[in-house]
T-cell receptor, first 112, second 117 residues
Framework: GQQLNQSPQSMFIQEGEDVSMNCTSS?????WLWYKQDPGEGPVLLIA?????ELTSNGRLTAQFGITRKDSFLNISASIPSDVGIYFC????????????FGTGTRLQVTL | NAGVMQNPRHLVRRRGQEARLRCSPM?????VYWYRQLPEEGLKFMVY????????ESGMPKERFSAEFPKEGPSILRIQQVVRGDSAAYFC???????????????FGPGTRLTVL
């Protein structure tokens, strides 16, 4: 099945730096979501985007729903050690097609 | 409000045995989704169920795998005659409804890690 392309695959950054990652698809979605997964745990929802062009913030996190509906990005400002984890984007059409199509993930590591 | 519950968290089976994974959705949620995650990969959709109905099973292998979400009780993902390739983390997610903004957002459980020896 389809999988969304995320970049970068992994990144090492220093505490306090800003982080940017993005996600692209060959097909459109009506909803974009960003999840964070810690080792041994399930994905935790960070931000949900429901409208093309929408820019939404959640604390230090900001995400945008691309105008073409085929991409999204996530920014994390002033990173802290607990930001370590794997970040997944997911696209959704909705209705009876509510399944999520996940990205390949971006592994973030933060150094002091 | 308790989150999505899954049990067991870890399950070990020998080849040929059956695995049963359980998922209790969040209170007030009537939609359940199952996903599979192999190491170092993203989650892959398997099946979407509402109470007593399978809505979308496009990601479910045609053989050995089945899922149900009865009127009472948890959703069950059943894998018969397990093989080593079934070893993975299986996640359940739930949502309150579908078809409208904000309400088909999925919340995930902690997963069941299946190991087939």
């Amino acid at each position: 099945g389809q999988q969304l392309n995320q970049s970068p695959q992994s990144m090492f950054i220093q505490e306090g730096e800003d982080v940017s990652m993005n996600c692209t698809s060959s097909s459109i979605f009506n909803t974009w979501l960003w999840y964070k997964q810690d080792p041994g745990e399930g994905p935790v929802l960070l931000i949900a985007l429901y409208k093309a062009g929408e820019l939404t913030s959640n604390g230090r996190l900001t995400a945008q729903f691309g105008i073409t509906r085929k991409d999204s990005f996530l920014n994390i400002s002033a990173s802290i050690p607990s930001d370590v984890g794997i970040y997944f984007c997911a696209g959704q059409l909705g209705g009876t097609a509510s399944k999520l199509t996940f990205g390949t993930g971006t592994r973030l590591q933060v150094t002091l | 409000n308790a989150g999505v519950m899954q049990n067991p968290r870890h399950l070990v089976r020998r080849r040929g045995q059956e695995a049963r994974l359980r998922c209790s959705p969040m209170k007030g949620h009537s939609h359940v989704y199952w996903y599979r995650q192999l190491p170092e990969e993203g989650l892959k959709f398997m099946v979407y169920l509402q109470k007593e109905n399978i809505i979308d099973e496009s990601g479910m292998p045609k053989e050995r795998f089945s899922a149900e979400f009865p009127k009472e009780g948890p959703s069950i993902l059943r894998i018969q005659q397990v093989v080593r390739g079934d070893s993975a983390a299986y996640f359940c997610a739930s949502s309150p409804t579908s078809g409208s903004r904000n309400t088909d957002t999925q919340y995930f459980g902690p997963g069941t890690r299946l190991t087939v020896l």
